[in-house]
Structures are given as C-alpha cells and as structure tokens.
C-alpha cells in the first residue's frame, strides 16, 4: 500500500506561482514512475506531467509545457510541481498518483495504482 498527500495548493492571482508537494509513505515510491493529474469543476481529471524513477525523463501536457515543472527527490519520497505563469484555466484539483508497473502509457489515468486525494488550486484572473 502507498499513501500519497498532496499539499501547496491556494489561491494565487493570474500571472503567480505555486509549488505542489506530494509525499509519500507505506513503501518508498523511488523505483517508480510519478504522475500529476488535475480536474476541473465539470470536467474530466486530466494528465498534467510525468517523472520517471531517476528523474531523468518528464513529460508534459501541452497546456502547461513550459510552465510547470514536475521534479522529484527520492531520498524524501516525494514528488513536486512547480507551477509557474499561472492562468485562470489552471483551476483544478491537483492529485498525484503512482504507476507500479505495466504497458499503460504513463499519461493515461489507467496506468496508476495509487492516487492522493487532492489540492485545490484556483487561479483568479
């Protein structure tokens, strides 16, 4: 079992930043692929980026290219999101999730095992 908990969220004007954190706990996540997806009101959760174990390949959703930059430290078993440049689009519940294994590619829903709860982000314009 792993417990992941989000946390960093808030309210920020357009234009501001922020920085998601995601720890995890019950067994070290440093050998797996990390994700972070968001769901807006009304809207189907959707993938934002990706890290693998190393932190040496990431991948982005091209909405947020070039302004957020997923990152992870294996020695604290987490994982963060940096948000830069901030719209009012970004407004979403922020999760992060876990990928154990598997031929799902890592920017399907359906390819993690394990998912916190969420952070509430909101962008005001």
């Known amino acids: 079992q792993v417990q992941l908990v989000e946390s960093g969220g808030g309210l920020v004007q357009a234009g501001g930043s922020l920085r998601l954190s995601c720890a995890a706990s019950?067994?070290?996540?440093?050998?797996?692929?990390m994700g972070w997806f968001r769901q807006a009101p009304g809207k189907e959760r959707e993938f934002v980026a990706v890290?693998?174990?190393?932190?040496?390949?990431?991948y982005y959703a091209d909405s947020v290219k070039g302004r957020f930059t997923i990152s992870r430290d294996n020695a604290e078993n987490a994982v963060y999101l940096q948000m830069n440049s901030l719209k009012p689009e970004d407004t979403a519940v922020y999760s992060c999730?876990?990928?154990?294994?598997?031929?799902?590619?890592?920017?399907?829903?359906?390819?993690?095992?394990?998912w916190g709860q969420g952070t509430q982000v909101t962008v005001s314009s």
């Open positions: 999730a876990v990928k154990l294994g598997g031929r799902i590619q890592a920017t399907q829903i359906q390819a993690y095992n394990y």
């Open positions: 019950g067994r070290t996540v440093s050998s797996y692929t």
């Open positions: 890290i693998n174990w190393s932190g040496g390949w990431t």
